[in-house]
């Protein structure tokens, strides 16, 4: 790229960096930028600014949010009784898009990897186990992610819930191995719901 200047050059690197961003897309972007009005830019640096600096985890379920808990977790008329796990916020957007579930979420942040180093201790299980006690949950739906990580933290989860007396459910095998929820649209996720089964 030696025949950008080196502004120009640091900026499409640093866009390279953000997830599914290759070198042309970095660029294309890097040019929508230079074009952008002195106000633009300055709303867009702020914009960025501002969610770095005033985005956090909710108290409650751990999905990012600008306050200390949540609008989900705020809400007395989702099903309090009722709590889907997930891991990343990603997730919940994809299950929010088809109004089909309207109960409260736990966010894990990962999934459990020992070849990747990653443990119980690395995700938010034992916020889970301890939400579990604090409040009166009939039903916990493992909304992990269909790979090998995401069914053994299902398992590994389903088997410290299920002696408390919880009922622990897993999503209907209607998303695909491999998939990632917040790829998958709206139909084959209420079909997963409509579908999921005790673990």
Do not use: W
């Not at 660029?27 to 009005?37: G, Y």
């Not at 929010?96 to 999934?111: I, P, W």
């Amino acid at each position: 790229m030696g025949y950008y200047p080196k502004t120009l050059e640091r900026l499409v690197l640093e866009l390279g960096k953000l997830p599914g961003i290759g070198e042309k897309s970095a660029q294309r972007l890097a040019f929508h930028i230079l074009s952008l009005s002195d106000e633009e830019i300055a709303s867009l640096s702020e914009a960025l600014t501002s969610a770095k600096a005033k985005i956090g985890l909710c108290q409650k379920c751990y999905t990012i949010t600008d306050k200390e808990i949540c609008d989900i977790c705020e809400n007395p008329k989702r099903d309090q009784q009722t709590i889907c796990v997930v891991q990343n916020s990603r997730d919940i957007f994809a299950i929010e898009k088809t109004r089909e579930y309207n109960g409260l979420y736990h966010v894990l942040h990962g999934a459990i990897s020992p070849l990747d180093g990653i443990g119980p201790q690395d995700i938010k299980a034992r916020e889970l186990l301890l939400r579990l006690g604090e409040n009166d949950i009939k039903e916990v739906i493992m909304a992990t992610n269909a790979t090998v990580e995401g069914e053994a933290t299902a398992m590994y989860l389903g088997n410290l819930i299920s002696p408390l007396g919880v009922k622990v459910t897993r999503l209907a095998k209607g998303i695909p191995i491999g998939a990632d929820l917040e790829y998958t649209d709206e139909i084959t996720l209420i079909k997963a719901f409509e579908g999921r089964s005790e673990i």
